[in-house]
């Protein structure tokens, strides 16, 4: 599953969760993508403007000076808030993947080259086949999964 962060024409930013960066172009040529705020069906990848700010005040550069306060993100205020937010991404991964284990790598291929039917799948894989798949131009997303003792 790849998050991309878009926005329309009129600029009203949004996220989209697709299956690869192929399912995107797909879904943006056959109009099936439009703004949830306008209906605009012209959208496009923008950077992601997340970032977590430290406890300590941070300069600002000339860059994020311009930036619309419209368009920031606040960031969770403590480390509980933190551990919340990531409990919610664990719960949603798991619910809408299929785990495939230590076959990660190889189920990948299989659904990049139309072998396996597409679908989200999770599971391990080594950095090195990690790298490998990006390599391929297969994108894969590398997520810890704490478990849920450890997140108390």
């Not at 072998?115 to 894989?125: D, K, L, N, V, W």
Request: aromatic share 6%.
């Amino acid at each position: 599953m790849i998050i991309f962060d878009l926005a329309c024409e009129h600029e009203h930013r949004f996220e989209g969760w697709f299956h690869s960066s192929q399912d995107f172009e797909k879904q943006l040529e056959s109009g099936m993508l439009s703004c949830p705020q306008c209906s605009s069906p012209s959208l496009r990848k923008v950077p992601s403007v997340v970032s977590i700010a430290s406890s300590r005040t941070e300069q600002r550069t000339e860059s994020s000076e311009e930036e619309s306060p419209s368009r920031a993100i606040t960031p969770p205020a403590s480390a509980t808030q933190m551990i919340g937010l990531y409990r919610q991404l664990t719960q949603a991964i798991l619910a809408i993947s299929e785990d495939v284990g230590t076959s990660f790598a190889e189920e990948a291929r299989r659904i990049h080259y139309q072998e396996s039917p597409e679908r989200p799948i999770r599971g391990q894989a080594t950095s090195k086949e990690c790298e490998e798949l990006g390599e391929e131009g297969i994108a894969v997303m590398q997520i810890p999964m704490i478990k849920e003792e450890d997140l108390n």
